[in-house]
């Protein structure tokens, strides 16, 4: 069984368009994240819920919008995509709250190109 | 200042061989935890290994260790008996007690030789 699952594992659409990226987790946790990596596999944290509460809201684009209707699921839309956002997403897990020992866990990642 | 900083972006190892990944870290939080991720080509991001600041062992898991020492603020990555399939990225990570983030470094480029 996957733990941290995403869809779809490849997106590639034109510049302009509107696209979701899907993430479910059947780990039981509380908390869950989206991150960006780059070309150089350089991992940024984009936001985190927590129970559905949103937690962390780093700066980014607004034309990024999560979206939690349960705590076992957190949705990622991105609307108006231009060619920097081309990227790997990840989502990740934990059990939470905040807390040294929280490990967290990864989806496999979305790749978006845009063309 | 960098909360996780890993200055090795490219590191050989020869098949069998033990290597060391560095990574130290920046934080005044009186408790804090540390994580080493593995990323293969596939792309997945695979925890490995977890040290708690209070920990009095440096934790193991298989051919995993990690070398805390608390006072240099260091959290080094240890892999011994290196294999192919260890050539991967290698992100070090923290954990501090407040707040909610998870602060990752830049990654350690690990390929192992034949």
């Known amino acids: 069984d996957t733990a941290v699952s995403q869809t779809p594992k490849y997106l590639v659409t034109q510049m302009g368009n509107d696209k979701s990226i899907k993430c479910e987790q059947n780990?039981?946790?509380?908390?869950m994240y989206w991150y960006k990596q780059d070309s150089k596999k350089f991992l940024k944290i984009m936001f985190s819920?927590?129970?559905?509460?949103?937690?962390i809201n780093e700066t980014v684009p607004n034309r990024f919008s999560p979206k939690s209707p349960d705590k076992a699921h957190l949705n990622l839309h991105i609307n108006s995509l231009e060619l920097g956002d081309s990227a790997v997403y990840f989502c990740a897990s934990s059990q939470g709250p905040a807390g040294e020992t929280d490990t967290q866990y990864f989806g496999p990642g979305t790749r978006l190109t845009v063309l | 200042a960098q909360k996780i900083t890993q200055t090795q972006p490219g590191m050989f190892v020869q098949e069998k061989e033990a290597v060391t990944l560095d990574c130290t870290y920046d934080t005044s939080d009186p408790s804090y935890g540390l994580f080493w991720y593995k990323q293969p080509s596939s792309g997945e991001m695979i925890f490995l290994i977890y040290q708690g600041s209070y920990d009095q062992q440096n934790a193991t898991e298989g051919r995993y260790s990690l070398n805390f020492q608390k006072a240099r603020k260091s959290a080094n990555l240890v892999i011994s008996a290196s294999q192919l399939g260890d050539s991967a990225m290698y992100f070090c990570?923290?954990?501090?007690?407040?707040?909610?983030?998870?602060?990752f470094g830049t990654g350690t480029s690990l390929t192992v030789i034949p």
């Open positions: 819920y927590n129970n559905k509460e949103l937690i």
């Open positions: 780990l039981g946790h509380d908390t």
């Open positions: 990570a923290m954990r501090e007690i407040t707040g909610n983030q998870f602060y």
